[in-house]
């Protein structure tokens, strides 16, 4: 992928070394507070403190976990700043390292919450029988990919959400004006990596909080999930062609380190998934007839697809599932067979 031009170095020497990067005071009043993900290979998730004249915003708030809670609390104590001054908090999507500790740091400092419609239809109160339901779900659309018995009976991803009588304090759509004073803030629908991410952009200043939407070394993993977006490749790479046209400034994005280079760097993440879909579509055409798990242990990944613990297992073959709805609205594969769903070349018709 082309290279971008890495700003945050000390970040990035960090990232190298395995380590937490320190809370840094990049711009005046913008901070960079890593909140660390137990047990998570990314490590951290990146929350960005701005100064307000009576207090803080925060762009996404970390990982739900007593240990991130610290972090959190100490990283904005060295902004000059307590953990109750917090008045807002802009969350660029549902994850549970972006939203995992919004509904504690509302409890403690009253912060109004903020985030797509979109991510926080997916937040509302479950019974203990709706998330039974949901777990079904997962299990029955791993099983239409052809993914074996032991990989379709993990864990699925527990959301934190809101209770029974909690909802969004502010919803934010594409376009939308953040209104915090000293800043030029608005709101860029990205969907793809979730139904509602979002990107944030301070015109003025040329920045531009990516979330996971774009980040300096990886692709975010963009997957088929129940209940969410039914193409979500297609609306991923939609959101990277308009993500070109945004300020070419600094990118603060929430993992590994800050860079510059919107333009190219969404441009590479295209050239990669146009990759991919080429190296899928070569498979399904050496092998008609496979499935989308079967796909997944032909084609190339940064570690062997067998030495893959089930859980990366499961995002694999559902980003499998997500490059063959594309290749199928291409017209390139077409599906030839069901439970589970198979695949083929398909066939076309020359034009006279």
Do not use: K
């Amino acid at each position: 992928m082309t290279a971008v031009e890495v700003v945050g170095v000390v970040q990035q020497e960090a990232w190298r070394r395995g380590e937490l990067p320190p809370v840094e005071q990049v711009r005046p009043g913008l901070w960079s507070i890593p909140v660390p993900m137990p047990n998570n290979p990314l490590r951290y998730v990146l929350v960005y403190a701005l100064a307000l004249p009576d207090g803080l915003a925060l762009i996404d708030v970390g990982w739900d976990s007593e240990q991130s809670w610290q972090a959190l609390v100490d990283g904005i104590r060295q902004t000059g700043h307590d953990i109750t001054e917090v008045r807002f908090a802009a969350i660029t999507h549902l994850h549970p390292d972006h939203f995992g500790l919004a509904p504690r740091l509302r409890e403690v400092s009253g912060a109004a919450l903020a985030m797509h419609a979109a991510d926080a239809s997916l937040l509302g109160h479950h019974t203990a029988t709706d998330r039974e339901g949901y777990a079904a779900s997962w299990a029955r659309q791993l099983a239409r990919l052809g993914a074996p018995d032991e990989v379709r009976s993990g864990e699925v991803m527990e959301l934190v959400r809101f209770g029974p009588r909690e909802s969004l304090d502010v919803v934010l759509d594409d376009g939308t004006p953040l209104d915090l004073p000293g800043w030029d803030l608005r709101a860029v629908w990205t969907p793809g990596h979730t139904p509602g991410h979002l990107c944030f952009v301070d015109d003025t200043h040329e920045l531009v909080f990516s979330g996971d939407h774009m980040l300096p070394r990886i692709s975010p993993n963009i997957s088929t999930i129940p209940g969410e977006l039914p193409n979500p490749l297609h609306r991923y790479l939609l959101s990277l062609h308009a993500t070109v046209g945004l300020p070419d400034g600094e990118v603060f994005p929430a993992h590994e380190y800050r860079f510059r280079g919107v333009a190219s760097r969404a441009q590479a993440l295209l050239g990669h998934h146009e990759e991919r879909l080429d190296e899928i579509a070569d498979v399904v055409a050496r092998h008609p007839g496979s499935t989308a798990w079967e796909v997944s242990t032909r084609i190339s990944w940064s570690r062997p697809f067998e030495t893959m613990a089930p859980r990366l297992r499961r995002l694999a073959v559902r980003e499998t599932d997500a490059h063959l709805l594309v290749l199928a609205d291409r017209g390139v594969v077409t599906g030839c067979g069901t439970d589970p769903d198979r695949w083929a070349t398909a066939v076309t018709t020359p034009v006279r």
